[in-house]
């Protein structure tokens, strides 16, 4: 007799999880809560669906089609949650605008997005875990969160782990000098290491050459000297860089290699970005950085840097 | 302690002697012929592990983690949508992917308001290319021996991989508007390369000096 599988359907992407799955990350949950806890970060629970249109316009364009969305009893666009930071953001500026600064908040809870090339094979849910801190613009709050992302992916016990720092001021001259449609075609070049379609690009103007080179820098602080060198008009990105490598501790410092080639979220980071990667996991564990400008999108102008740990890749990371 | 070797997933069929010359230029060597039945191939001085598959699935297990590199065609990493670094194209596997229809067959509109039939192995490169121009075409996903579907009515055209253009001909079918030009290159995996950045700079390195 075969079994009857349609009984009870599952959309596709959507994750039932039990037994050790659960407990692992429900594990490395709660000792990532205390330690931002810890760290004076007040714990929020924002919607689980906001208006679509608030994503878009925290998150840009690009992040409309990666919306699950759905229509309101009334006819407007909803989606499910695709990111925390939208709606601290939006709350920061509304509900929490007489709270003094800085504001230190956090979140823990599923994002929901699909990628419309892969119809749905990826999970279209994952469970996140992660902090903002707004209203502190210096050098100071860039290594409290770098500390602290740190901090939260050894609670999980991975083998070896390293995060990315660049920033985001770093190619911004070297891309303004572009053509729009050029510049998009560059951040895909530089996005896949293509440095041969990058040289036939050319251009670039006065910042040609950081153009050309600047994204294959990569490494301990030498690269900073390297990156200093190659983009002259970039000395205060990669000045704050060097700020926050002289206060890291000798053991942080392990963990962090500076990257110039990360042009990810560009749109949406205004200073220092980082990803997390683990021994075992084939894509980040996470992700943060200086979003400046997000705030004010939402009426109040509030300098502001964050992180978001993905827990499903944590948690599933091969030992 | 030597670390575990680098995995290189190879596609199987019309890329892997020119890969494999490739590699062996570069001094790795698979340390048994391409005929075993291993699934993984240490090269001779241990340092690289070759996993053969088909050439569909090599973005699959780069892009995963699975193996740390590739080499694939444009074809299949844009097919798949794949999320990985293309740092080095290797300047063979050129070919390009067309629509080409029987000579009496027209394009690009059929008479009588007819809605085409498009035969391929790329569906998703294929909608995405006659969305983008406007017409309105029913996609059939085949699996092989796609230049005989317009002969068997299966299709009025196809999409698939020209090279010289001799099995077009031999089939009665012209080549309509070009969709891709196609090309081998070394794909990496995200992760994999910003934790063995080393390794993997230094392999690229010994691929394109070897080019």
């Known amino acids: 007799m075969t079994r009857r599988l349609s009984i009870a359907p599952i959309p596709p992407g959507a994750l039932d999880l039990a037994g050790d799955a659960v407990r692992r990350r429900r594990l490395l949950q709660g000792r990532m809560l205390e330690r931002i806890e810890r760290g004076g970060y007040e714990e929020i629970i924002p919607p689980t669906f906001e208006y679509a249109e608030v994503f878009v316009r925290a998150g840009g364009d690009e992040v409309a089609d990666r919306l699950i969305r759905f229509l309101d009893l009334d006819g407007q666009l909803l989606a499910l949650r695709y990111d925390f930071t939208a709606s601290v953001a939006r709350l920061a500026a509304t509900k929490l605008s007489d709270r003094p600064t800085p504001l230190r908040l956090s979140y823990a809870g599923k994002v929901f997005r699909q990628d419309p090339a892969r119809e749905g094979r990826r999970p279209r849910e994952i469970l996140q875990v992660g902090a903002e801190l707004l209203g502190a613009e210096g050098a100071a709050a860039d290594v409290e969160v770098v500390r602290l992302a740190l901090e939260l992916v050894r609670c999980a016990d991975v083998r070896e782990f390293q995060l990315n720092l660049g920033h985001a001021g770093a190619l911004a001259a070297a891309l303004a000098a572009l053509a729009p449609d050029q510049r998009a075609e560059a951040r895909r070049l530089i996005d896949r290491k293509d440095a041969a379609g990058l040289a036939a690009i050319g251009g670039g103007g006065e910042g040609g050459g950081a153009l050309q080179a600047l994204p294959f820098v990569i490494g301990r602080r030498e690269a900073l000297d390297r990156a200093a060198r190659l983009a002259p008009d970039a000395t205060g990105a990669i000045d704050r860089l060097r700020a926050i490598d002289a206060a890291l501790t000798d053991e942080e410092r392990r963990h962090v290699v500076y990257d110039f080639g990360e042009v990810r979220g560009l749109d949406y980071y205004t200073g220092v970005h980082f990803e997390i990667f683990a021994a075992g996991a084939g894509a980040a564990v996470g992700a943060g950085g200086r979003y400046d400008d997000l705030v004010a999108r939402f009426g109040r102008p509030l300098p502001a840097v964050g992180l978001a740990l993905n827990l499903d890749a944590l948690a599933d990371a091969l030992p | ?211």
């Not at chain 2, 490169?125 to 092989?144: D, H, K, M, P, Q």
């Open chain 2, 1 to 211: 302690m030597t670390p575990p070797p680098l995995t290189v997933a190879l596609a199987k069929g019309r890329l892997l002697e020119p890969t494999l010359a490739l590699l062996r230029k570069a001094g790795h060597e698979p340390s048994e012929p391409t005929t075993t039945r291993k699934l993984l191939v240490p090269s001779s001085d241990g340092t690289l592990a070759f996993l053969y598959v088909k050439p569909a699935d090599v973005p699959v297990y780069v892009e995963s983690g699975a193996a740390d590199l590739g080499v694939a065609g444009t074809d299949v990493l844009r097919e798949a949508a794949a999320d990985v670094l293309e740092p080095l194209a290797l300047g063979f596997g050129a070919c390009r992917m067309v629509v080409a229809s029987a000579g009496g067959t027209p394009f690009p509109s059929l008479p009588g308001g007819v809605t085409p039939r498009v035969a391929t192995k790329y569906p998703r490169l294929t909608r995405a290319f006659f969305a983008e121009s406007g017409l309105g075409v029913e996609i059939i996903t085949v699996s092989g021996a796609v230049e005989v579907a317009p002969l068997l009515n299966l299709s009025h055209w196809i999409v698939d991989l020209v090279d010289t253009g001799r099995t077009l001909r031999e089939n009665q079918l012209v080549e309509r508007a070009t969709i891709l030009d196609v090309g081998a290159v070394v794909v990496v995996n995200r992760a994999s390369h910003k934790l063995k950045l080393e390794r993997h700079q230094e392999l690229l390195k010994a691929l394109q000096n070897a080019r």
